[in-house]
């Protein structure tokens, strides 16, 4: 197993320790005096060791710390140098700095009862305030260290816990940002597709009517029903781009369609689906005197029998279609029935999203929607929840 390389930094300060304690050694500056050990070079073995130590004081700080224990031990039984004592209290410090999680929680007490034992010791052996001093000045270069590094080290995890809460809250942003960008295009897709998909239908079945047939009548007929068609597609298109140039942050257009405007919805239909045999009738066993219905439950409902129209205009056989709109036990029903089989003449060609809209108008209150073919009849289903908790949702 290769060891990593000494940090850049960690290098310069073993340098410049190891040059300051041979300047202190040089002019025989030591630290106390008549040891074991009182040859003059005894002093630089301590040094040299430390200052190894000290090169490796980030990259393998454990190691680091048991190696300049035992110098900073073996500079006792010299004359000692000051430059050994500085840098193992550097050590100490990024022994908790940049060591394990565990071993910068125990440091920090190791060192304490180390304080603490010397300090009792030397005042049971020499019973005078001198041993109190030899116990402050080994708290100041084994725990005040530790307790420094222990500080340093919380502060440095709290910016960095900091710094990850910002950057997931600026994640969880810039997805919010993102899926409410998601939904208001889907949402302007949907009212887009409703409200000018069934006036380019009826457009488009009428006007390859007047092409294919030679008859004046017919022709007049179909170029009436396209130029009502036109009108109101360019009048709800121009709705359409006044809401979004708005910046009043209204969920929904001003003029927001309600059931009672369903009568009109059927004459449109009426005339749009004439040449194609198509009758329309609308049973609204809604009670008179009911509570209001919130806006947005009022737009998917009219929403979903005008797409439900349009869809009849455009495929639907010749027949009666029936609207059906009731309200009981908190729920707003819609159901359309149309006919369905060969149909003779011109239609418009389909793409499946409507059916998707109407869906996820129904989904996004709450309800529940349903679209299938019951023998010779095509049936929509809604059921929409009709407290004022569909209202916000």
Not at 19 to 41: A, E, I, K, P
Not at 52 to 61: D, F, I, M, Y
Not at 95 to 118: C, D, F, K, N, Q
Not at 216 to 222: G, V
């Amino acid at each position: 197993m290769t060891l990593p390389r000494p940090h850049r930094t960690d290098l310069f300060i073993a340098a410049v320790g190891l040059v300051g304690g041979l300047v202190l050694w040089s002019f025989g500056l030591y630290v106390t005096g008549d040891h074991v050990f009182g040859q003059r070079w005894a002093t630089l073995i301590p040094l040299a060791v430390m200052s190894g130590a000290e090169a490796v004081r980030r990259t393998v700080p454990r190691a680091a710390l048991v190696v300049g224990t035992l110098a900073i031990v073996a500079d006792q039984f010299t004359n000692g140098n000051l430059a050994t004592v500085l840098m193992f209290t550097d050590v100490v410090y990024a022994a908790v700095v940049y060591g394990p999680a565990a071993s910068a929680r125990r440091i920090p007490y190791t060192t304490g009862l180390i304080t603490v034992a010397v300090t009792a010791a030397f005042l049971i052996w020499w019973q005078n305030a001198f041993g109190l001093l030899i116990g402050v000045l080994t708290g100041m270069i084994c725990f005040l260290p530790a307790i420094t590094g222990a500080i340093v080290r919380n502060h440095r995890e709290a910016a960095d816990a900091a710094r990850l809460r910002a950057e997931q809250t600026a994640l969880l942003a810039e997805m919010d940002r993102a899926q409410a960008v998601v939904a208001e295009r889907a949402r302007m897709a949907r009212e887009l597709h409703d409200m000018v998909a069934n006036h380019l239908s009826a457009i488009a079945i009428h006007s390859t009517a007047a092409l294919s047939l030679d008859e004046p009548a017919t022709t007049r007929q179909a170029l009436t029903v396209i130029r009502e068609n036109s009108v109101a597609g360019l009048a709800e298109m121009r709705r359409l781009i006044g809401l979004l140039r708005d910046s009043s942050g209204d969920a929904e257009p001003g003029a927001v369609p309600s059931l009672d405007a369903l009568d009109g919805l059927l004459a449109r239909a009426r005339t749009n689906g004439s040449s194609g045999g198509l009758e329309f009738v609308l049973e609204d066993t809604r009670p008179a005197d009911g509570a209001a219905l919130p806006a947005p439950v009022e737009l998917a409902a009219y929403r979903i029998v005008q797409e439900s129209l349009t869809n009849a205009v455009k495929h639907a056989s010749p027949g009666t279609v029936t609207v059906r709109v009731g309200r009981g036990d908190g729920v707003l029903t819609v159901a359309v029935d149309s006919p369905c089989g060969k149909r003779p003449g011109p239609s418009a060609p389909g793409t499946g999203s409507g059916l998707v809209g109407m869906r996820e108008r129904a989904e996004l209150l709450g309800g529940e929607f349903r679209a299938a073919a019951a023998g010779a009849v095509w049936q929509v289903r809604a059921v929409l929840p009709a407290d004022e908790k569909a209202g916000n949702a």
